[in-house]
């Protein structure tokens, strides 16, 4: 086998790319290569044949079209096995590659920047540079294709210690690799596509009939659920980035369940127009509390359950205050959320060494998001659950109708339901939560549980289920535990039963028509 004597290199992400060519040169390679980087090259005193130069053919709409040519894929598709593939190359003069150097227009970079217009976008879309990874990553039995310069290194060591060829195993595995760069690529553009669909549009074009996703390891946590089970994060490409964009400000690296813990939080919170703070524990709320500033919201979240608040995530929806921080320093934090802070309250942080601070924009779903929960062989798709509820369309059928203060406290309960886990039981005030039932197999025992966590007398206060009530049985629990009012979603075949419960025991009862269960 003959030592390459070719490379093709295209790249948009330039670093590490002189050094690289003039090591490739060292070792007898010939450089070809287009505009931009051609001009790089040559910057830098290597000599480089322009791909224009090969194809006899210009550049032409705009660098459109450059390398969409047989002189450069008939270089590039040729098996060296095959005799029949030598003399047509032969036969048409065309040189083969042995190393392929692409890597693609930054499109989510772009897309990722204010201000973008769809012209700009599409722009971005490359064509040529997919169609030679794709070509080099086929043939990769008779030449390499490298796509991240992290590998530049590894391969020039290869290519030093076996005489200028790589080994099948490194071009098989480089070329694994540029297929999941253009598939990721080609995903990516999918999603900005969808991204665009109009809210009007039917569940098809929101669902699509295929979905590809490409989804980029941002980092590996140190274990999953358990120690025994390996762990990443993964970034959705087009998207806004891992909560929304967040910013890790200080402390340990982020767990598995920190982050799904985060997660629900920063959603939790965001359903508040005035200043609240939510405590999350195991994926459920256990203190939501609101008020005229975040340290009186703060004092009112914690008093729902103190004893579970201990190692929580914690998520406010105002920027954190110097006083805030002051008023967590008795409470053992895993991680604390914000959309901004002071640099008084960051400083004011730094004591706690290990705990975890996020700067987190506010969550605001779109019904063009698509949420994926992972099962065996595949995925559940849905959109997400939006903050488009009317509270004007609610009804209250009982005799008796809740009071002003009544239905602010039912509002409030109806909120935190959301994010509560199945079968979800919220007794609140105005202003806190009193107790949370959640993740029970039955609706009454949540109930119960809700009631015998209330550190609060609960006398007049109100309750949030999240789906209906099957039977009149907890409407009773909660009646003889002195809650006034109960805010659900209405649906069962038993509502005329419950209605004469509620209407029995004097209770107010309103009926969403819509349910926010989370299994």
């Known amino acids: 086998m003959p030592i390459p004597a070719r490379a093709l290199l295209s790249v948009s992400d330039k670093t590490g790319l002189s050094d690289f060519a003039h090591a490739l040169a060292e070792l007898g390679f010939e450089l070809v290569s287009t505009g931009g980087t051609r001009r790089h090259l040559e910057a830098a005193g290597l000599a480089v044949t322009g791909v224009s130069t090969v194809t006899g053919f210009p550049e032409i709409l705009d660098g459109r079209v ?5 002189k450069i894929h008939g270089g590039i598709l040729a098996d060296r096995s095959q005799p029949a593939h030598g003399a047509a190359l032969a036969e048409h003069g065309i040189q083969p590659f042995d190393l392929v150097v692409v890597n693609l227009y930054p499109f989510e970079s772009t897309i990722a920047r204010p201000g973008i217009d769809e012209a700009q976008a599409i722009e971005m879309i490359d064509i040529g540079g997919p169609a030679m990874i794709r070509a080099a990553a086929k043939n990769f039995n008779s030449l390499a294709v490298l796509v991240d310069p992290r590998d530049y290194a590894e391969l020039l060591a290869e290519l030093r210690s076996h005489d200028g060829r790589a080994s099948v195993e490194i071009r098989r595995r480089l070329a694994q690799k540029a297929f999941a760069h253009t598939a990721g690529y080609d995903a990516a553009i999918a999603a900005w596509l969808r991204s665009t ?9 929101l669902l699509p009939e295929r979905l590809t996703l490409s989804l980029a390891r941002e980092f590996e946590t140190r274990y999953g659920e358990n120690p025994h089970q390996p762990a990443a994060v993964y970034r959705l490409a087009g998207g806004s980035g891992l909560l929304g964009g967040m910013r890790q400000i200080q402390g340990k690296e982020l767990s598995w369940n920190n982050l799904l813990d985060a997660d629900a939080a920063r959603k939790l919170v965001a359903l508040f127009d005035e200043p609240a703070v939510v405590i999350v524990k195991h994926n459920n709320p256990c203190g939501v509390g609101r008020g005229a500033d975040l340290v009186t919201a703060y004092g009112r979240a914690l008093e729902c359950d103190p004893v579970s608040a201990f190692g929580s995530i914690v ?17 053992f934090i895993e991680v604390l959320i914000a959309p901004e802070s002071t640099e ?14 996020l700067l987190c924009p506010p969550y605001a779903p779109s019904p063009r998001e698509i949420e994926l929960r992972g099962l065996d062989g595949g995925f ?7 903050f488009d509820e009317d509270p004007a369309s609610w009804t209250c059928p009982t005799r008796r109708q809740p009071t002003p203060e009544e239905r602010r406290a039912l509002g409030f309960a109806w909120a935190v339901t959301r994010y509560t886990k199945s079968n979800a039981i919220v007794i609140t005030d105005e202003v806190r939560t009193l107790g949370i039932g959640a993740g029970q197999m039955s609706r009454v025992d949540s109930c119960r549980i809700a009631i015998s966590k209330a550190r609060s007398p609960l006398a007049g206060s109100v309750a949030g289920s999240d789906a209906f009530f099957p039977f009149r049985d907890g409407l009773d629990v909660l009646a003889a535990a002195g809650i006034a009012a ?3 979603p209405g649906g ?7 209605l004469a419960a509620a209407d029995e025991h004097g209770m107010a009862m ?5 349910r926010h269960f989370r299994h």
């Open 510 to 514: 309103m009926l969403t028509g819509r």
């Open 380 to 386: 559940l798709a849905q959109s997400p659950d939006g």
């Open 344 to 357: 008084a309250a960051q400083g004011g942080l730094a004591a706690k060494k290990n705990l975890r601070f």
């Open 486 to 488: 109960v805010i659900q």
């Open 66 to 70: 450059k390398t969409l040519h047989p």
């Open 315 to 331: 998520a406010v929806n105002r920027p954190l205050t110097e006083e805030l921080v002051a008023a967590f320093a008795d409470l």
């Open 197 to 205: 669909t109009p809210e009007s549009a039917p569940a098809g074009e």
């Open 492 to 498: 069962s075949r038993r509502d005329d039963e419950l």
